[in-house]
Structure formats: structure tokens, C-alpha cells
């Protein structure tokens, strides 16, 4: 007899942040167990009568114009506002046999089945800071339980609810992300009181949630995460593309991944890194995130004061920086700036940036666990990481570690790895075992822990995925 799968919500599965990437290898690894999965998407889809299973597929995969996206948006407002008082949705079956999801761009793991309750994680948000209650989702199947990947204010009826909550950052530093109210705050609390269990990714997160919040220890379970698989790429194609693409030369420039959001602490980094004055430029690579003007105004002004002429330009919203040598394309690095924004990028090319790179630098103020230094170690690449929150659990002694609030320690550090080839190597050759803590063989095991606290037990013979299935995820 088949296990009963568990439901995932998809609120992230789309997207290119964090817990995006969470989501989609958690959706994998279960798979891999023989444990069926159905994500449960939240698009606001318009039906009529006579419209098929087709025509709800192509609402919640497809992509809409700008100006129909805004019509939409008016029309979800009126719609979500007059649902603000009923406690309970309902989600349906949404056929996905016909469609191939294995080209997009970050191509979604393999599952079992979809279904889609209209506009389901922002009727919750709504609901709870109205009435500070959770949302209830009706299914149309049994799961054995819900697994909520980030802190959302729903629960499905009547089996184990679990939730991730990454990290405690809203509570421990509420001045680096986006509240309205104190609705974070009350939000983690609510999880506390209300979750069957509580995962997170790191004992460092474990720790700051269960002095906070008063979690009795047995109620939250550390899984930490695996390294997403990355693309592979010959060392040749990955020359090319930092050359030919970004205009950089391989081996000569440093690079940052993540988000730009303050948490990641740029402007320390980057004033650091003038500091430091090395003689390679340092890239950023990665999407807008929140709270980012003044990252974006440091760019712009360092690329204003270049100190060769470089034509004044901007950096847009889009996240390209338009300043550079006369026809430069948009995120092309150009050679007499010091530091560079690229852009959201695709996985390849951060793939190729990250194998070319001479080292690699996250000073993060904070992290929940930290997967952009576990990828530069995976590949090999020197890391100059914070000393502080989860990172020294995830890097060990296989990365130079400074205060992220010390720009002269920091200063001081990009010195060092940018001069000093033997640490680098030395780096270099810490870096593999210890990404190799984090397998999936290891991150399955303690999924299998957790899921056990709840009585919910993950088949002991992993399934085979397909070629085909590999390759989609692997590429993403």
C-alpha cells in the first residue's frame, strides 16, 4: 500500500530566494525516499463553468503581462478583503499530466500531484493580521501531514502540522526586514504555541528560537540542509562564460552571492573592500531584495568616483548596474570599476562565476544556515565568511572567519585571501570535506528524525529518481 504524501506548500517553490531553494530540495529529498509529495499553490484563478483542468493548470504555472498582472492584483484586493473573515478554504486538483516543467529556467523538482487554493497565503497574511487566527485549509485527499516551509499563518485539519522557521531574525534583529505592527513577532509566537513540530537548519537558529520564543527543546528539530545541486560545467565553458558573458577574467575577481537585503551587510563589505585596496574587482551577484536603496546608492556613487572616467550612469531597478565602459552591456563587469552589481542571474552562469572566482565573500550580518558558502566550498572556492550566527556551524575551519561588524577585520581578511595563494589553497582543500558533511544521504536521516516526532515515518528504500527528473533539478 502507498504512503499517504505530505503536503508542502508552494509559496516559494517559484521563486529565487532562500527558502525557494529550501522548498525545492526538501520537495526532492522526499521524493528520493519513496514518499509521495503534492505542493499546494496559492494563484488567484478565475473559472468558468464550462473552462477544463487545463485552463486552471495555465493559471497557476503561466506567466501574465505586466498590466494584466495589476488588473488582477486590484481584483484579488476586493476578493481578499471580503474573504478577511472566513476561517477555512478549500483547495483543488490541478492537472498537470500535459505540461512539461523540466524548461524553466529553475525547473521545479518531481511530485506527486498539485492543488491550488485561490490565493491562499495572502488570504492567511490577511486574515491573521486581522485576527491574529490561522487559516485553515480544506484537501481534496488524505496526507499524512503539512509541512509549512516558512512561518505562514495556516494549518491543514486534522494531522501534524510542521513549519520551518529558518531563523529568528525577525525577533533578534526587527530593524533588518520589512514588520507592520509587530506582526513577525506575533507571528513566531503563534507557530510556538500552535506547531506539532518545528524545524530549523541550524543549532544556532535552534538555540535563538528556543530562548526567545520558550520552545521546549523536543518540540524543534535542527535538519540543517543539503548543497542544492549545481550545474556542472567544464572548466572551459565556465571561462567562457565569465568572459564572454560578464566580461570578467577568471581567476581575477572576487564575488559575492545572495541577495541584496541588509542582513548581507554590503555596505560593510564593500567599504572593506576598498579598504583592503586589492587589485581584482569585487562582483555582485544576486536579486533586489528589500530595504536596498542605500546598497544601490554605494554602487552607484563608487562607480561615479571611479578613478578613471566612467561615463555617470545608474543602477536601475531591474538590478543591472548601467555604469561602465561606453557599450558595456547591462551586468557586464567592466575592468576599471572596483565593485560591480550584476544581477539576478541565472544558475549556470552563478555556477561558472563561482568556479572562476579567486575567492568567495559572505560577511553576513545573520544567517538561519548559510548556502552560498556551502556552494563556494562545494566547488571548491576559498571563503571569507562572518563568525557569527550559523555560519561557523555550516564552514568549520574550512573558511577565514572575521566580525561582520568589524570593516577593518574585514579589510584585513580580503587582504589576506586576495595575496596569499597558499591560503587560499589550503582553503580550497578544507572546503570539500566539509561541504561534504552535507550530503543528502545525511539531510534525508534527519528529516526521517524530525518526521518521527510526529509519528510520521518516511519509507527506509529510496526511490530511484529518473534521468530526466535529475537532470530538471540539477539544473536549477
Known sequence: MAPLPILIDGSHLKNISGIGSYTRTL?????????????????????????????LAAQVFGTEPP??????????????????????????????????????ERPLPPFSGVINADAVFQRAAQRFSARQRFLEVDTPRSYVAAHWTSPLPIK????????TLHDAIPLEFPYLVLDRGGRNARLFSRIAAEADLIVTVSEASKERLVKILGIAEERIAVTYQATPALPILTQDHAE??????????????????????????????????????????????GPLGWMYDDELAMIDMIARNAPI????????????ITTGIVGAGLGRASSCLPIQRLGDLPRRHVAALLQCARFFLFPSICEGFGLPVLEAMKLGVPVLTSSTSSLPEVVGEAALKVDPLDITALADGIRMLASDAALRCE???????????FTNKAYRERLAAAYARVGVHLPEAAREIS???TRAYDAS
Request: aromatic content about 8%; some cysteine; charged content about 20%.
Open 427 to 437: 582553503l580550497a582543500q578544507r572546503g570539500h570535506p566539509q561541504a561534504a558533511k
Open 467 to 469: 534521468p530526466q527528473e
Open 240 to 285: 567562457r562564460i565569465v568572459r564572454d558573458v560578464y566580461g570578467a577574467e577568471p581567476g581575477k575577481y572576487a564575488l559575492f552571492v545572495g541577495t541584496v537585503e541588509p542582513k548581507k551587510n554590503l555596505k560593510r563589505l564593500m567599504e572593506a573592500y576598498l579598504l583592503a585596496g586589492v587589485d581584482i574587482p569585487l562582483l555582485l551577484a
Open 27 to 55: 520537495v526532492h529529498l522526499l521524493q528520493t525516499t519513496g514518499q509521495p509529495v503534492d505542493v499546494l499553490f496559492g494563484e488567484y484563478c478565475r473559472m468558468q463553468r464550462s473552462d477544463t483542468g487545463a485552463v
Open 309 to 320: 572616467a566612467v561615463p555617470q550612469g545608474r543602477t536601475d531597478l531591474a538590478g543591472s
Open 67 to 104: 498590466q494584466w498582472f495589476w488588473m488582477k492584483a486590484l481584483r484579488r484586493l476586493s476578493f481578499l478583503t471580503a474573504m478577511t473573515v472566513m476561517g477555512r478554504v478549500s483547495a483543488i486538483d490541478v492537472p498537470t499530466d500535459h505540461i512539461d516543467l523540466n524548461a524553466m
Open 156 to 163: 491543514a485539519r486534522g494531522i501534524p502540522n510542521i513549519y
